[in-house]
Each structure stands twice: as structure tokens, then as C-alpha cells.
């Protein structure tokens, strides 16, 4: 079969709790991306991609199919010479999303190759694949979010004036580990469950007392606190970086990197994964063992990336050149893109406002309108999507091998 024609992608959704509901009188953003009724439910992931837990379907002359079974019938027209040799089996090496948040995800970090092989072997009910998940936020609007470690001294400065952390404190450096993040945490999640709730639920009384004057940590914490009450992901309000996005800018990270974002809606882009090893702030399994054994306790910061910008008509490409051969990103903002700048590799697009016409060499124009995503294959060469109105943004999703 030749492939040369643009394929419509449609992708699912999951509703998870801590997605945006129209209960606050706005659209949740995916359901107006999508222009669909957003009832009651919370609007948390669109999915566009080929992982098996939520599978995007492809339509190719008039059948729908799983995208990862079409690739699988003819790896090198859809992904690419490069692409295709790149993994074995040849498959779609990213997943992209929106996601969009009202409320706190889990504290998290996503393995590394090496541990992903062992955990989907071992833990399969928990771990879905054994492929590492490295991934990146591009914020559509401001957003909010909690990334890596802090600076220690500045741990150990905002814990030590919290009286009721003083027992946690004392552990951690009679521990081995006190000089170490690790070693906290190794404390804290030896607490018992009873102990640890009457010290947080003290902590919370005691920075929310009348006339104390909060910090940026202590103020998370009672916010965490209020929808968390006494989980120890709550704790983490202490540890991590708070991050601040404003649209188009971009928070990447690296597998093992603590993480939870906050609230807001975003582009998000990963190597084609679900692990996902929890923490807290959550109902789902907190995998304890796995995560002391696996999370990255250095105070590295978070990596922020602004996109390398291009002038191009009277609109912008930006691109997100990302520390892996597995995705790349570019937003077209009312630019045009001829697919062959692209280079011989697959293409997942979403047409993120406006229109844009999908030209073909020999073929009829398609409009291609808000809220769809499509697919360019490898082999389609000397087509073109172009914006038809102001404002007109498409985000592409592409490997990079």
C-alpha cells in the first residue's frame, strides 16, 4: 500500500479526577479543543499515539484501525527508514498529549530503560510496558508545577522551622543517610501511617496559625493539605521545586525526576510510556520500594527550555530541540509547513486553533479544522499544511532518530 495522503487521527480521553470540569462555568479545555459537551465528567489527557492502554485510531481509504497496527503492516512508509530501525519491533516511538489540570497530580517519576525492562517483567500490573518515559511540558497557558529537589540548606532551613518535622528531623540525622535528600525520605516513609498523620496534620495547624507569616513551601503545603489530609505526598510541598510556565515555555524530564504538576493545560510529549511510580497524592498504589531505589534525590534543578524561534511570512515556527532522538516538537504559529522540512520520519499533528488546508500534490485540499490531529506518513513527500485564518496554530510531534 502507498502511503500519500494526510490520515485523520482520533484519540482518546481519560477523565481522570484531577482534570478540569465545567462545574466553574468554563469549558474544560480538551472538551472546547474537541467541541464536544464536557457534562459533568473531568477532562484530563487527549491521547494521540500508539500505546496500547489507549490506542489513537487511523483512517486509511475509509477503514479505522489501532495506529500501531497500521504501522505494523508497513513500518518503513509510516515511520521512516531511520525511525523503523530505531526499535524493535519498528513502532511509534512517542506519545503525545494535552493535558489540562484543576488539581494536583501525584507526586511521580518515571523509570529509566534499564529499570522499565525489570518493573513491566516484575510488576506488570503496575508498570504497562517496559519502555523508559522521558517527557516534556509546553505550557498552552500559565501553568503550574513541582519539579526535582530543592537546594538541601534551603530543605533543611524551611523544615527546621516547622516544630512539629523536629521528630522526622531528629531520625533523618541520626540516619546514615543525613546528609542526603535520600535519607529524608527514607525517614519519612518509614513513619508509621498514624504517626505521620498526626505530625502533618500538626504541621498544618502550626503554619496555618493566625499571624504566622507563610512561606512559598508552607503555603503549598496547606493547600496540598486541603485536598490531601495527612498524605505524605503532602510532605513534598518541602522538597520541590516550584515551577511557574507561561505559554511556550517548556519543562523537560528526564526519567527519575521527581514531578507533579499543579494546574493549567499543556502540550505534553513522552517516549511511548505509562509507568508511572507514585509517591502520594494520590488513591493509586504508592510503590515505595521502587521509587527509594530509583528516584534522582540530586538537587539538579529543572531543566526549562525555550524554542528556537523562525520567522517564516507573517507567522513563527518554534521549535523544541529535546535531549532525545525518541520525540521533537514545533508549533506553527500562522506558518506555513512543507512536509519535507520535516525529513523522512512519521508526523502526529493537532490543529491547536484556527484551520489549516492539507495540500497534496494531485489531490483535493482537505480542511483540516480545530481540535482534529492528524498523521503524516514518512513516504508522503511534496505536501503542505497551511494556516487559512489569523492565529492559526498547528503542533507537530515527530521523532528525531
Known sequence: MELKSFYPLSGGVRHYAWGETASSGAVPYIAKLLGVDPGSEPWAELWLGAHPS????????????????????????????????????????????????????????????AAAKVLHATKPQLYPDANDKTEVMIALEPFEALAGFRNLQMIRRDLGAVKAFAPLLETWNRGADADNLKGLCAALFAMADASRQAMLAAALAEVTAAGRPANPAETLFAKLSAEYPGDRG??????????????????????????????????????????????????????????????????????????????????TVERYVLPTPKFQLAFYRGAPCQVDELGDAIGVFLVLSGRAALSVSGQATVEAGRGTAWVRPAALKNATVTPLEPGSVVVWAMPNF
Open 54 to 113: 489507549l490506542p489513537s485510531e487511523v483512517l486509511v481509504d475509509g477503514v479505522r484501525q489501532p495506529l500501531g497496527e497500521a504501522i505494523s503492516l508497513n513500518p518503513v512508509e509510516w515511520l521512516g527508514m531511520a525511525a523503523a530501525a530505531a526499535l524493535t519491533p519498528p513502532q511509534l516511538s512517542f506519545l503525545f498529549k494535552v493535558l489540562a489540570c484543576n488539581h494536583p497530580l501525584s507526586i511521580q517519576s518515571h523509570p529509566d530503560a
Open 234 to 315: 503532602t510532605f513534598f510541598a518541602f522538597l520541590l521545586n516550584q515551577i511557574s510556565l507561561q505559554s511556550g515555555q517548556a519543562l523537560f524530564l528526564a526519567p527519575n525526576t521527581p514531578h507533579a504538576y499543579q494546574r493549567g493545560a499543556g502540550i505534553e510529549c513522552m517516549t511511548n510510556s505509562d509507568n508511572v511510580i507514585r509517591a502520594g497524592l494520590t488513591p493509586k498504589a504508592v510503590d515505595v520500594e521502587t521509587l527509594m531505589g530509583t528516584l534522582n534525590f540530586q538537587d539538579v534543578g529543572a531543566a526549562l527550555l525555550e524554542p528556537v524561534r523562525e520567522a517564516r511570512g507573517t507567522g
